[in-house]
């Protein structure tokens, strides 16, 4: 099993920036994919983000693409999601989720561990 820990949300203006942290403990070693979701209020959970842990891919959502950046830190079981000229739009809860096998990788279903959220508000 894998537990994973979201941190570094908050209340920021538009065209601020963000840097989200996901800590994840346990069997973290046969991880495949480590992801970034978040959920507005009556929206759907999406995609924002993903990381194949061996070779290091990066896939973004189009919305995320140019703005955001996930990598990670290997030493500390971390991976991050830099998010850069936030708009009001980018608020909702945010999700990392993490599973031991490949599979689509924007597709919530197919991930297996997900931490609690963290909360991002961006204020116009």
């Known amino acids: 099993q894998v537990q994973l820990v979201e941190s570094g949300g908050g209340l920021v203006q538009a065209g601020g920036s963000l840097r989200l942290s996901c800590a994840a403990s346990g069997r973290t070693a046969s991880a495949h994919t480590m992801a970034w979701f978040r959920q507005a209020p009556r929206k759907e959970r999406e995609f924002v983000a993903a990381m194949l842990l061996s070779g290091g891919a990066t896939y973004y959502a189009d919305s995320a693409k140019g703005r955001f950046t996930i990598s990670r830190d290997n030493a500390k079981n971390t991976v991050y999601l830099q998010m850069n000229s936030l708009k009001p739009e980018d608020t909702a809860i945010y999700y990392c989720?993490?599973?031991?096998?490949?599979?689509?990788?924007?597709?919530?279903?197919?991930?297996?561990?997900w931490g609690p959220g963290t909360q991002v508000t961006v204020s116009s």
């Open positions: 989720a993490t599973r031991y096998y490949a599979d689509t990788y924007y597709r919530p279903s197919t991930y297996t561990y």
